[in-house]
């Protein structure tokens, strides 16, 4: 089954303890983006990955980090996490070319303390 | 900067009826990408529809289908014979097209919480 995953789902940290939530494609795609969703801001994208060792800055990239050393993967890296990166974070994927649709994953929901 | 706007936070509808949710953006521009995506309570996002800004046609869905006017910046989203299983926060979404540059970026608006009412 084509799918987007990610891991874990729901975590509850505390300040300053590093983390990473894992994405993981199985479709192929060259594009994988981040993004966080806020109540009342809709969803903010953090960084995006053109293809492997390939990435850029969304709109709110502090205090996130990211990689791309394999294609299927794309993990998000938060090295010191403060309770304002409180948040629902989705991983999307897409083809490079033709429909541009993104394929979202079941979303991470974090908590900082 | 490219803004995507929903004017409309809630809106409710009675099942069977039909239900149109605004979205206006603001972009400089000629080619791009408009979508619709849902998100119900399980929180997937799931795309609804899509419509290329080089096309003049209006794309539908079903029972979904869009009203995309260029000119006035507009893309709105109508429902119709709305369903229970509609019910879920609508969000729309603009992508600007990489062409040479390479550089694909996705703006979200704020989405509006629509409700189907038995």
């Known amino acids: 089954e084509a799918q987007v995953t990610q891991n874990p789902r729901y975590l509850i940290t505390v300040t300053g303890k590093k983390l990473t939530v894992t994405c993981s494609q199985n479709?192929?795609?060259?594009?994988m983006s981040w993004y966080r969703q806020d109540p009342g801001l809709g969803l903010r994208q953090i960084y995006y990955?053109?293809?492997?060792?390939?990435?850029d800055k969304g709109d709110v990239p502090e205090g996130y980090k990211v990689s791309r050393k394999e294609k299927r993967n794309f993990p998000l890296i938060l090295e010191s996490p403060s309770p304002n990166q409180t948040s629902l974070y989705f991983c999307?994927?897409?083809?490079?070319?033709?429909?541009?649709?993104?394929?979202f994953g079941p979303g991470t929901r974090l908590t900082v303390l | 900067a490219q803004t995507v706007t929903q004017s409309q936070p809630e809106m409710s509808v009675q099942e069977a009826e039909t239900v149109t949710l605004s979205c206006t953006y603001d972009?400089?521009?000629?080619?791009?990408?408009l979508f619709w995506y849902k998100q119900p309570p399980s929180r997937q996002m799931i795309l609804v529809i899509r419509?290329?800004?080089?096309?003049?046609q209006n794309a539908t869905e079903n029972r979904f289908s869009v009203n995309f006017q260029k000119a006035a910046k507009s893309f709105s989203l109508k429902i119709s014979d709305s369903q229970l299983g509609d019910t879920a926060m609508y969000f729309c979404a603009f992508m600007k097209h990489g062409g040479t540059s390479g550089t694909y970026k996705y703006i979200f608006g704020t989405g509006t919480r629509l409700k189907v009412l038995a």
């Open positions: 990955s053109m293809n492997v060792e390939v990435t």
């Open positions: 419509q290329e800004a080089y096309k003049q």
């Open positions: 479709m192929n795609h060259e594009y």
């Open positions: 999307a994927s897409r083809t490079g070319t033709s429909s541009y649709t993104q394929y």
């Open positions: 972009t400089s521009e000629n080619n791009y990408y």
